[in-house]
Every structure is written in C-alpha cells, then in structure tokens.
C-alpha cells in the first residue's frame, strides 16, 4: 500500500472547490476556512446539498490514505475520480453514478464511517462533478489499483474490507433442501472464525445474518460466496453487508447460536442444538458439504441425482423421519387428496393419514427427511381452507396402511405409486422451482385452444379472485396472479392435474415473481 499512499491524487481547480457544505451533525452548514480536520469554525444555515454523485468527506486523519478514502465508496459502486485535500483533512470522491452515491450518503447516515478508528463525516456536495485533471495518470493508477478487485489476500482487498461490517445478510434461492444454521457455519468459517449466526424467514425467504470477527474475512466470503450454489443447481447464496455491526444473540438453538457464549438458554420451545447434530456436521466424512473440495464447489451430477433422488440425507438427519405431523386443519373440507397435493409442492407424498380420533390432525410421509423438513419451512404457519395449519415432525418413522379389510373411511391413502410426484427424476427442473406459497401461481401444460378468458373462469370458480394473468410467449404457460395467497393456495389444491380437454392436464405452481 505504501506505493500508493503518498500519491497525491486529483488537482485542484480553482477556490471555488470549497464552497458551502452542509454538516449532517449539526444541522448547519460550514464554510471551511482551513482550519485542521475542516473545522466548522464559521457557520452559516444554508440549504442542505440535493443528492450529487460527489461526495464530500470532512475531519480525515492525518495519515489517511487515497486508497481507504476511496475504499468508502467501493462497496456503492464505482468510485470515477478523487480530490483530496490534505491539508484541510477533507476529500470529494466522485461515484459513477447519482444512485451509488445516494445509496452511500443513506448508509452511511445509519453506520458512522471510520478510517483508522477515526470518524467521518459524509455529505453530498455542492458540485455535480469533480473539476480536477481526471486524465492525471496518477490519479487513474490509484482509482484502477483500488478499484480492482483482486485476490482476497491483497493489501488493496484489505484496505477495502476496512470500510464494510463483519456482518452479512444471507438470502438463499431455491432452497429445494433445508439449509440449516450448521450449514452455514460449516461454509462461512473457511473464511474466518463465525461469531454468531441469526436465521429468520422474510418476505416468504429463508434468510440470516452472519458475523465474522473481522470485516476482512466478510469481504472474502462474500466475494468468494455470492452466486454460489450450496448443492447441485439449488439452494443458491445471495450475500450483502448487512447495515448491522455486531449481531445481538438471546438464544442458543437451532435458530441463532452465539459461538462465543455457549452458555446461553436455548429458549421457550426452541430445541437446544443436540450434541450428536453438532458432531455430525463437524465429521466431514459424514456431510454432504465436508465433501467438496474448496469452499464451495457444486456436488458432482452423480451425487446430486442421488441426493434428488433421496438417498442422500443431510448429515445429523439421517435418522430422522420423513413423516410430518399436520395440525389445525378444517377438519370439514381436508381430504388426503388435498394435503397430497400441497405438500406435493415441496416433495414426493408417498401416504397420508387423517387421524381417527382427531381429524383436524395427519400424518403425511414424504420420500425422505430433507422433503419433510422442506414442506415444513414452507407450510408451517400457511391458511388452508380459513385455517392456519401447523407442521412439525413427527416421531413416527412410517405412516401405517390400515390392516387388510379394516374400513378406515377414506382416511389413509397410499400414493406410493402416484404418476403426479413431481422430485421422481433425478435433476429434473422441478428441483430449481420450489418457492414458498405465494399470490402468484405458474401454470404449464396449457393446451394451445384455451384463452385468457377461460383461465381466469377457471381459477375465479376455485373461490377466488383473479388480479393479473400474462401469458409467456409460447401460450404452453402462463402466470396468475391471486388477491391473497390463501387463495392461491386453494386453487393449487383444486386446479393441480385439472384436466384441461385432450388428456392434458394442467401443472399449478407457486411462483417467484409478480405479474
């Protein structure tokens, strides 16, 4: 970095570089005069800057350097020119865009920025652009030297993390299988040592927060992480830094854990993380993660197919059941058809049974533990027919068929042999279209002569109302978009494998996006 400190970056044009800047800490406005660290030793109310891709950054330590200026501005987006003025401790840094820059001034209004354990403050400025010789080659090597992203270890990538949080905020797509807190943990400490993990689910998403001990090691998982697919062709990372800086962990279970406070209660109805779990993700040989090479290369197509086709289970869950236990249910209008045919959204039913003695209660059996703990995270909390259901899993390892000539009622089914599983091939593209319930459903298998209209009559029957609908360019699918997702859940129940005319049946599922 020493190379690149004691360059002198940007010229100056003229005094008019220094006009009025209004101080976000005090509400007024300072006209700098020179004084050490840009004190506001005269001050004047003036209009607040609108928004300007430049920035004016005041009270810099002494012995800051281009790099660590420009390094506040990297995470926003590209930083385009630089001015510093070193002897009034202050520097303009110019973002490539008016968004970058609107999104750093926000950010950095909730997180105070520090350089060299020094605060300081951030401000737009009153110019649009910096005036400064931006074809001075000096002034490109540094901007290029620092701008350029390069291999984790560097001094540059380092100077870089300085600026951003410890703490990431996680988002995983297609989460076909469950991705539990050990998961992550076992992932995110090739990077450094993991102090606290928080999971949640938001807008329908699994999502956590993860802190490391140091920003650095953030900045390495994230650039080394972000895109990445936990297993083959699913469960994919979306990682940002999160505007937290130090995670605040109450409970130690399989929801949130503190690594650095194992004494902590596990909480009210949270099961407390269970030893053989624990051993089981620190054995490598017994995880599906310990054995990829790196951090996180795909698992080969083999392992994959196996594990799709569910003959792989997740380490600590090997033994578990793949049978859920479904209360709360509208005892009056649930058939086992109708829990087939939701929980079929998230795995391959094999039996369903509605309990004799307690019929706003069943069992469903799924073909593995993975699909069971999936529906789980799913369904769990979602409206079935005006009620909200309640899934967790259950102690029985089997759903037992009635005995020969014993009339159940209709309340066991077997769907072990169901041409309507929709996991049974191994890498099929229903694996990288599991979203949680939603307002908006994808239909497939449209027959060519069927219209809007007809669509809509179809899914308005079902007990609901039709908010938008667009056909994809081909006709064969489409979107439909429901008033409430209880709605959409109703007529993925009634409408799934609706016979459409011609032996075609019609394919309902939940979907990511909104018409």
Known sequence: MDGISDVAVGVKRGSEELSMYNSPNSGMSSISDGASNGSDSKKLRVEEAPPSRVIHIRKLPNEASEAEVIALGLPFGKVTNILT???????????????????????????????????????????????????????????????????????????????????????????????????????????????????????????????????????????????????????TLRIDFSKLVNLNVKYNNDKSRDYTRPELPAGDGQPSLDPTVAAAFSKDSNSLLGKIPGALNPLSAAAAAAAAAGRVALAGQAGSSGVLLVSNLNEEMVTPQSLFTLFGVYGDVQRVKILYNKKD?????????????????????????????????????????????????????????????????PGSKNFQNIFPPSATLHLSNIPQDVTEDDLRLLFSNAGGTVKAFKFFQDRKMALIQMSTVEEAIQALIDLHNYNMGGNQHLRVSFSKSTI
């Open 85 to 235: 003025l070193k002897g009034k401790n202050q520097a303009f840094l110019e973002m490539g865009t008016e968004e970058a820059a609107i999104t750093m001034v926000n950010y950095y209004t909730t997180v105070t920025p520090h350089i060299r354990n020094v605060p300081v403050f951030i401000q737009y400025s009153n110019h649009k652009e910096l005036k400064t010789d931006a074809s001075n080659q000096r002034t490109q090597a540094v901007l290029q030297a620092v701008s350029a992203v390069q291999s984790p270890s560097s001094d540059v990538q380092e100077i870089l993390a300085a600026a951003s949080s410890p703490v990431l905020r996680i988002i995983i797509d297609n989460m076909f299988y469950p991705v539990t807190l050990d998961v992550l943990q076992q992932i995110f400490s090739k990077f450094g040592t993991v102090m606290k993990i928080i999971t949640f689910t938001k807008n329908n998403q699994f999502q956590a927060l993860l802190q490391f001990s140091d920003p650095v090691n953030a900045q390495q998982a994230k650039l080394a992480l972000d895109g990445q697919n936990i297993y083959n062709s699913c469960c």
């Open 361 to 425: 209660s069943a069992l469903i059996q799924m073909s593995d533990s993975n699909q069971a703990q999936l529906a789980m995270s799913h369904l769990n909390g979602q409206k079935m027919y005006g009620k909200i259901i309640r899934v967790t899993l259950s102690k029985h390892q089997t759903v037992a068929l009635p005995r020969d000539g014993l009339d159940d009622q209709g309340l066991t089914k077997d769907y072990a042999n169901s041409p309507l599983h929709r996991f049974k091939k």
